[in-house]
C-alpha cells in the first residue's frame, strides 16, 4: 500500500491509496485511521495501468474485480470517519463502466473519478469524454472528470462535454503547476526553479522532487541534454 499527501495552501489534503488484491487488513485500516487526522478524504486509485501496479495487483487490476472493490469501500466506510472516494478507468464498453460506477456507488463513497481512457490506453490516444459523460449521467454522487486537461480551459470544456461536478488533472499539471492559474501558463524554467525552491523549504521527497523534475524536462526539454543528466544523477536536494 502506498500513500501520498499533496500540500497544497488552497487545496484540502488528500491522502490517495492503492490496494492490492486481497481482503482489506487490519493493518492497513489501521495506517488509514492515523493518517485520516491529517487528511480530509481518502481516495482509491482503482485506475492506474502502469504494469507494476496491474502485476502487482493495485491499480486497474482490481477493476475485474467488483466484489473485491465492495469489500474494499465498505470496509473503510465502516472504519473510517472522513469521505471516501475512489478513481477508475474505462472498462471494455461504455455499459459495464456504467455498471461498475453504479456498484461503486451503492458503497456508499463520496464521489467517483473516472479516467477517460482504458487499460490498454496510450496516453497519446485522446480521452473519451462521452464515456464519462454517460457515467455522470447514470449517477447521483459527484463524478470527477479525468484525461486530456492541458490548460486552464481545459477544466471548463471538461465540465462543460461531461457534466461532470470537477476535474482531475494529472500530466498537464505535472509538466507546468501554474496551469490551475486563470492568467495563463508561466513559462516551465520559471516554474521549475520555483518547484525546486518550494521542494527544498518543505524537505519533500528526493524521488518524488526528481520524478516530477524528469516528468517536465522530458515535456519541455531532454533529458539527454546536461540539466537532465544532472538531474538524474543528483543524490539529495543540495545537488538539485
Not at 451503492?106 to 473519451?128: F, Q
Not at 447521483?140 to 490548460?151: E, H, K, R, T, Y
Not at 541534454?225 to 536536494?237: D, R, T, Y
Request: proline residues 4%; contains cysteine; glycine residues 6%.
Amino acid at each position: 500500500m502506498s500513500i501520498w499527501v499533496q500540500n497544497w495552501h488552497d487545496f484540502f489534503f488528500l491522502a490517495q491509496t492503492m490496494i492490492k488484491l486481497c481482503t482489506v487488513s487490519v493493518y492497513m485500516v489501521s495506517v488509514l485511521i492515523l493518517r485520516c487526522k491529517d487528511v480530509a478524504a481518502v481516495d482509491i486509485n482503482m485506475g492506474c495501468p502502469k504494469s507494476f501496479s496491474v502485476s502487482g495487483g493495485m491499480g486497474a487490476a482490481l477493476l475485474s474485480k467488483p466484489e473485491m472493490i465492495h469489500d474494499i469501500l465498505t470496509t473503510l466506510k465502516r472504519n473510517l470517519d472522513i469521505p471516501i472516494t475512489c478513481k477508475i478507468r474505462l472498462l471494455k464498453t461504455s455499459q459495464d463502466t456504467v455498471e461498475l460506477a453504479r456498484r461503486i456507488e451503492k458503497t456508499g463513497v463520496s464521489a467517483i473519478a473516472v479516467h477517460g481512457r482504458r487499460i490498454p490506453d496510450k496516453p497519446r490516444d485522446p480521452a473519451k469524454w462521452d464515456e464519462i459523460a454517460e457515467v455522470v449521467v447514470a449517477l447521483s454522487i459527484p463524478v470527477i472528470a479525468n484525461g486530456d486537461v492541458f490548460s486552464y480551459e481545459d477544466f471548463q470544456r471538461l465540465k462543460l462535454a461531461t457534466g461532470a461536478s470537477s476535474v482531475m488533472v494529472a500530466r498537464g499539471a505535472l509538466w507546468n503547476a501554474s496551469i490551475f492559474s486563470a492568467q495563463g501558463k508561466l513559462p516551465w524554467e520559471t516554474v521549475k526553479r520555483e518547484y525546486v525552491r518550494k521542494s527544498i523549504m518543505w524537505d519533500n521527497d528526493i524521488k518524488s522532487t526528481k520524478h516530477t523534475l524528469k516528468e517536465m524536462i522530458m515535456h519541455y526539454s531532454c533529458l539527454g541534454l546536461p540539466e537532465g543528466k544532472a538531474v538524474i544523477k543528483s543524490g539529495n536536494l543540495a545537488d538539485l
